[in-house]
Nanobody, 124 residues
Framework: QVQLAESGGGLVQAGSSLRLSCAAS????????MAWFRQAPGNERELVTT????????MYADSVKGRFTISRDNVKNTVFLQMNSLKAEDTAVYYC?????????????????WGQGTQVTVSS
């Protein structure tokens, strides 16, 4: 079993930055991809960004391109989300997810493991 633990959320002002971390623990961990999703109240969960573990290919939602950056530490089994120029509309619970086998990295149902989520609140 794999456990994912997010950290780094909080309350910040618009224009600020936050860095989220997600550490994986448990059995030998070598995912196909890891991702960050978010869910705001009343909204569906949406993909923010994802990265393939071996080659580091990444993709971003249009709403965060140029502001957010995903990265990974393969040794520490940790994925990061650097969020700059935060906006009020970025307010949501952010979830880390891991996909253990080849699949559609854009699709939430393809991810096998999920963290508990961390709240990010951006005040305007």
């Amino acid at each position: 079993q794999v456990q994912l633990a997010e950290s780094g959320g909080g309350l910040v002002q618009a224009g600020s930055s936050l860095r989220l971390s997600c550490a994986a623990s448990g059995r030998t961990f070598r995912p196909y991809a890891m991702a960050w999703f978010r869910q705001a109240p009343g909204n569906e969960r949406e993909l923010v960004t994802t990265i393939t573990w071996s080659i580091g290919y990444s993709m971003y939602a249009d709403s965060v391109k140029g502001r957010f950056t995903i990265s990974r530490d393969n040794v520490k089994n940790t994925v990061f989300l650097q969020m700059n120029s935060l906006k009020a509309e970025d307010t949501a619970v952010y979830y880390c997810a891991a996909m253990t086998k080849y699949g559609s990295i854009r699709t939430a149902t393809e991810y096998d493991y999920w963290g508990q989520g961390t709240q990010v609140t951006v005040s305007s």
